[in-house]
T-cell receptor, first 111, second 111 residues
Framework: KAGVTQTPRYLIKTRGQQVTLSCSPI?????VSWYQQTPGQGLQFLFE???????NKGNFPGRFSGRQFSNSRSEMNVSTLELGDSALYLC??????????FGPGTRLLVL | DQQVKQNSPSLSVQEGRISILNCDYT??????FLWYKKYPAEGPTFLIS?????DKNEDGRFTVFLNKSAKHLSLHIVPSQPGDSAVYFC??????????FGTGTSLTVIP
């Protein structure tokens, strides 16, 4: 099976802009989670979608939103970008309860 | 509040010796624990997991130990190889809900 794919891989935006990141899970996986990774902070959980419904949500402001489509593909949107939003954004999918499989990530740089 | 902690940001080990990476958690409801390995510019790769009903799980050179009373888990790599040099993240979840990640330990295996 193909792995988790994320597009784009790299992105440069300026403050105040918005951005949309895309994630295609492993075929058959219905759960998609999003994480933000910054130096020294590890992986911070953003939200999880399952069958087009948000199932869990982390402690991020409302500028961070997401959605999932009927084919399980997911998008994450960040509005009104701030310098602190510069990070690696990772998407992970899973079928069983336990194990998540990650994509390569999207590196976002906000100038 | 960081529910999963990796207190050693970095670790250096000679090739052929044992690498021991440690992880502590605070939530006694966590019942599933995972280790991921991450190379630069790639997403984390699942390495090994353990459920709370066990205290040890082994997969080749990798062994994870769980001490529930101490809320501590560790990953042993024996023997360590230069290709093991990467950042290692531990993660925990409660019945497959949100996954909580540590901040990572950067392992360097010296040839």
């Amino acid at each position: 099976k193909a792995g988790v794919t994320q597009t784009p891989r790299y992105l440069i935006k300026t403050r105040g802009q918005q951005v949309t990141l895309s994630c295609s899970p492993i075929s058959g996986h219905r759960s998609v989670s999003w994480y933000q990774q910054t130096p020294g902070q590890g992986l911070q959980f953003l939200f999880e979608y399952f069958s087009e419904t948000q199932r869990n949500k982390g402690n991020f402001p409302g500028r961070f939103s997401g959605r999932q489509f009927s084919n399980s593909r997911s998008e994450m949107n960040v509005s009104t970008l701030e310098l602190g939003d510069s990070a690696l954004y990772l998407c992970a999918s899973r079928d069983r309860v336990e194990t998540q499989y990650f994509g390569p990530g999207t590196r976002l740089l906000v100038l | 509040d960081q529910q999963v902690k990796q207190n050693s940001p970095s670790l250096s080990v000679q090739e052929g010796r044992i690498s021991i990476l440690n992880c502590d958690y605070t939530n006694s409801m966590f019942d599933y624990f995972l280790w991921y390995k991450k190379y630069p510019a790639e997403g984390p790769t699942f390495l090994i997991s353990i459920s709370s009903i066990k205290d040890k799980n082994e997969d080749g050179r990798f062994t994870v130990f769980l001490n529930k009373s101490a809320k501590h888990l560790s990953l042993h790599i024996v023997p360590s190889q230069p290709g093991d040099s990467a950042v290692y993240f531990c993660a925990a979840s409660d019945t497959g809900n949100q996954f909580y990640f540590g901040t990572g330990t950067s392992l360097t295996v010296i040839p």
